[in-house]
């Protein structure tokens, strides 16, 4: 499987809520991730991302991605996709009860490769601004 088509699966599997489960093997066992966003911030394997993603698909059941844009720099060993996320929070569980808001939330992955999976991803988002739509904050 090449880098892209290799994203690109990863990228669907992380973003309908499959976790680790479905997405280790894309991934190098100890894929590091980053994010410069306070809702992350204690996010720091991308183990811990494929299961908070699996774990936001609780509070808001209808989250769905709209994939922007996706391109492969080979030579780079780079991946990025960007999307928007959507869905509005109707389920339990979430850090405040449900709010019936709804978010639409640009971000964008940024995926290194080594040796044919992702060795580390960067996820570049607005956390203020997704949250207070939900009305979480």
Not at 62 to 85: H, I, N, Q, S, W
Request: proline share 3%; with cysteine; glycine share 12%.
């Amino acid at each position: 499987m090449n880098m892209e088509q290799t994203a690109r699966d990863f990228f669907e599997a992380c973003e309908t809520g499959g976790g680790w489960t479905a997405c280790e093997g894309f991934c190098h066992a100890d894929a590091g991730f980053a994010c410069q966003a306070d809702a992350l911030a204690d996010v720091t394997t991308l183990q811990g991302y494929t299961e908070w993603m699996k774990g936001l698909l609780t509070p808001v059941p209808d989250g769905r991605y709209d994939l922007t844009a996706f391109a492969a720099d080979e030579g780079r060993g780079k991946v990025v996709a960007a999307a928007v996320f959507h869905g509005t929070q109707t389920g339990a569980d979430g850090p405040v009860a449900p709010t019936g808001k709804a978010v639409a939330s640009d971000y964008a992955y940024v995926m290194t490769f080594e040796g044919g999976r992702i060795q580390h991803m960067t996820k570049i988002w607005n956390d203020v601004h997704a949250v207070r739509q939900l009305g979480w904050a």
